[in-house]
């Protein structure tokens, strides 16, 4: 007899409200992954994204899976306890619970620590026998060959942004506000190309997105799967580390492969700032030449900004914004420093006795600030935050920007004007 399952990609409402009018954005990618490990002779699936969808409650299912992120951690254990009320078991897995599996324990029946393609579906075999274990953890380094192809078919509402695959796993740096190092297994991995190439074909739409954490994290992988993917004439993003953008032939291998936009993280122009976090690979007096090159192969600069670094004093913001109009920065996902749980930084405000909050939900890095700022206040930080915000998706900010770059202007106008929609719905 088939068991009923419910996969859940949640999203708090908070987020959800700072989100939703932008036009960018694409499914999380982990649900539908999981699905595809699930057996349907033994599970009916439903996939919900809380981005665009209610939770089923009146429905009965024999087990729910969340991923659990720190900013998503207390509403994931809302919608736990209320799906345990009716005798659904819950099993919690992610970054939050392979962080702090003792916490997510007290609040689900199951939990998953580390990367799930080998213990997913030894869990999902085991509860359906019913001998499943409270803990599985991830001990052994997945191999990332012959993996499923995510559900996409499950995904409902998101006829424009579904098409998100990954080709690699893991970052080869170690920037001290990142949990890639806590939640991931130590080699950077990739799959094979011909299989990332296969998944690629799969997608519908004209346009997708790489959801590997440094796409460039092996530049001649990179190479080799940009030359495959010419053929499929797509148009794609990726994030990338700004140091390996200072190669042409790179460059000139992406937008050729369709590349029309990089996700780079600048985070800061303050080299002390950089520094301050083991981001150093970053180098400001380079940040010109590198965004010229990038714009020069006829690819958007999407940047990666934080405000709060304990270098940051009030002016940041002011000169933060002058600098990316005269850069021609195209667009910016603009945050908070958050200092996530297990990290570095966490560890080192903690003891510094910076910390403000203990409620995950403050640690979202876009609606509240977590930690007293070295140089400001945190209200004057979440205000110039805020402004900048207001003030770089301003209709004079972007033609400066635009008029300045003069790359991808329709894709161009076309997201900014997203980013403005939901710098307005807050």
Not at 1 to 16: A, G, H, R, S, V
Not at 32 to 38: E, M, S, T
Not at 52 to 64: G, V
Not at 287 to 313: R, S, T
Request: one cysteine or more; glycine letters at 6%; charged letters at 25%.
């Amino acid at each position: 007899m088939k068991k009923k399952i419910l996969l859940i990609t949640p999203e708090n409402e908070e987020i959800n409200r700072f989100r939703k009018k932008q036009f960018n954005n694409f499914i999380q990618i982990t649900m539908p992954y999981l699905a595809a490990f699930i057996d349907e002779s033994k599970y009916d699936i439903t996939l919900i994204d809380e981005y665009n969808q209610k939770i089923p409650y009146k429905k009965q299912f024999d087990l729910a899976a969340i991923t659990v992120n720190t900013s998503n951690a207390e509403h994931c254990y809302k919608i736990a306890e209320r799906l345990r009320a009716k005798n659904t078991r819950v099993v919690m897995g992610g970054p939050h619970a392979t962080l702090l599996p003792d916490e997510v324990g007290k609040n689900c029946d199951y939990v998953l620590t580390g990367e799930g393609e080998l213990i997913w579906p030894e869990f999902l075999e085991d509860f359906y026998n019913g001998k499943a274990r409270t803990r599985y953890a991830c001990e052994t380094v997945p191999d990332l060959k012959n993996l499923p192809i995510s559900r996409r078919d499950l995904i409902k509402k998101r006829p424009f942004s579904k098409g998100a695959v990954f080709s690699s796993r893991g970052c080869p740096y170690s920037c001290s506000y990142c949990n890639l190092k806590q939640i991931y297994c130590k080699p950077f991995r990739k799959r094979p190309v011909q299989e990332v190439i296969a998944e690629i074909g799969t997608i519908k739409n004209k346009y997708f997105v790489f959801w590997d954490d440094n796409f460039w994290g092996d530049t001649d992988y990179a190479r080799e799967l940009m030359k495959e993917l010419k053929a499929l004439n797509k148009k794609w993003a990726a994030q990338v580390t700004l140091d390996r953008c200072n190669d042409d032939e790179l460059l000139k291998l992406a937008r050729s492969a369709g590349c029309i936009y990089l996700f780079v993280g600048i985070e800061s122009f303050s080299q002390e700032s950089l520094g301050s976090v083991n981001k150093g690979i970053n180098v400001v007096q380079r940040y010109k030449a590198i965004i010229d090159k990038i714009h020069n192969n006829g690819i958007c600069v999407q940047a990666g900004i934080i405000f709060g670094f304990d270098g940051d004093k009030r002016n940041v913001f002011e000169d933060t914004l002058e600098i990316c109009n005269n850069l021609g920065i195209d667009g910016a996902t603009v945050s908070i420093l958050t200092p996530l749980p297990g990290t570095p930084i966490y560890d080192r405000l903690k003891e510094e006795n910076r910390l403000l909050t203990g409620n995950w939900s403050n640690y979202n890095g876009k609606t509240e600030v977590a930690f007293l700022p070295k140089n400001m206040s945190k209200e004057e930080l979440f205000e110039g935050y805020m402004w900048f915000r207001r003030e770089f998706y301003s209709i004079r900010s972007i033609f400066t920007r635009i008029k300045k770059s003069r790359v991808n202007i329709l894709h161009n106008i076309i997201i900014n004007l997203g980013y403005k929609l939901a710098v307005c719905n807050i």
